[in-house]
């Protein structure tokens, strides 16, 4: 008889699947990597809103890292109401806009499930500098729709120079069927850039965002 794989054979046989380190799944869950270790040599098994945070992360079902059932979400599912939005780096998003996205989006291995209404175009990226403190913070993971068209006051996901950055939409005019706007920062270190001085692409608004707590 073929000897049934562990929780911690499963798990590590899915993250290598998916090309994560240990670190990776160690940082999106919120705990040490030396836990995640300690799941994958079966010394403890993941529990709680760490199971389900792991079982997002590795894009299956928590009943089959601990048992074995049900099967493995080797695509994105988008059933019942829920959104499959793929995690993407910053440097992936700021082509988002472009005839890429379906390429990033075939490529994509990490992916977080919202039951919000979203578009098809919606993403998600993880937040990197400092400059929306002391509302969001590095490490937070945003969602954003680029369907949907920024009011005042909306946190927006956008191309500026080669950058992507979060920021706070303020509309400032008009002019000729042309909106003039201004994106903002929460943190006064960082500048208040301009429409009208430089070109912004507006790649989102902000639908959601979640924060893991480290533990």
Not at 20 to 25: A, D, H, N, R, S
Not at 59 to 69: F, K, L, V, Y
Not at 193 to 203: D, F, H, Y
Request: net charge negative.
């Amino acid at each position: 008889m073929m000897k049934k794989e562990s929780a911690g054979e499963r798990i590590r046989s899915r993250r290598k699947a998916l090309k994560l380190t240990q670190l990776v799944v160690a940082s999106g869950i919120g705990v040490s990597h030396v836990a995640v270790s300690q799941w994958e040599k079966d010394e403890t098994v993941p529990r709680g809103e760490n199971l389900l945070r792991l079982a997002e992360l590795l894009q299956c079902t928590a009943a089959w890292i601990i048992d074995g059932e049900g099967e493995v979400f080797a695509a994105p599912l988008n059933v019942s109401g829920v959104s499959a939005l793929p995690l993407i780096t910053l440097a992936q998003a700021a082509a988002w806009m472009q005839e890429q996205r379906l390429l990033i989006q075939q490529q994509a291995t990490r992916f977080l499930y919202s039951n919000s209404r979203l578009s098809e175009s919606a993403l998600a990226i993880t937040l990197e500098d400092t400059a929306m403190q002391p509302d969001y913070r590095p490490g937070d993971t945003l969602i954003f729709d680029p369907a949907v068209n920024p009011q005042p006051g909306d946190v927006v996901l956008a191309h500026i120079n080669g950058e992507v950055l979060v920021r706070i939409y303020r509309l400032m005019a008009e002019q000729h069927d042309e909106q003039i706007f201004s994106l903002r920062p929460l943190n006064d270190d960082f500048p208040v850039q301009t429409s009208s001085e430089k070109k912004i692409e507006l790649i989102g608004t902000m639908m959601e965002m979640r924060r893991y707590r480290a533990r």
